[in-house]
């Protein structure tokens, strides 16, 4: 099984989600996140003041899958959350050693 954790823009949450059902995604965790990266912030006005915003709000992904899946998922949160923006996110890939469905008992796979 294989974690795949993805930073994205919030305004394209829906999107990616519609994208990952279709290819037969049964579930994730979402979290609302603050962060940095090459993008580094930006400066705004906020009633005639300047001030710098050092953390952009971007939505964090969790979803864990079957090794057979991974490559799929990837492919589709890269292509659905692009912009070709600075600031479009990144997608992490790691392994997964054990599941557990709290309510059956079902394990690994059986649980996802």
Do not use: C, W
């Not at 603050?34 to 400066?43: D, E, I, L, N, V």
């Amino acid at each position: 099984m294989k974690l795949i954790i993805a930073t994205i823009k919030p305004f394209k949450l829906e999107e990616v989600r519609e994208a990952l059902t279709s290819i037969g995604v049964r579930g994730m965790m979402v979290s609302e996140i603050k962060g940095f990266g090459a993008q580094s912030g930006h400066t705004e006005i906020y009633r005639g003041a300047e001030y710098a915003v050092n953390f952009v709000p971007k939505v964090k992904l969790e979803i864990v899958v079957a090794d057979t899946m991974a490559e799929q998922v990837v492919s589709t949160i890269a292509a659905t959350a692009k912009t070709d923006k600075i600031g479009d996110g990144k997608i992490f890939t790691l392994d997964v050693e054990g599941a557990v469905r709290v309510r059956t008992g079902e394990t690994n796979e059986e649980a996802l």
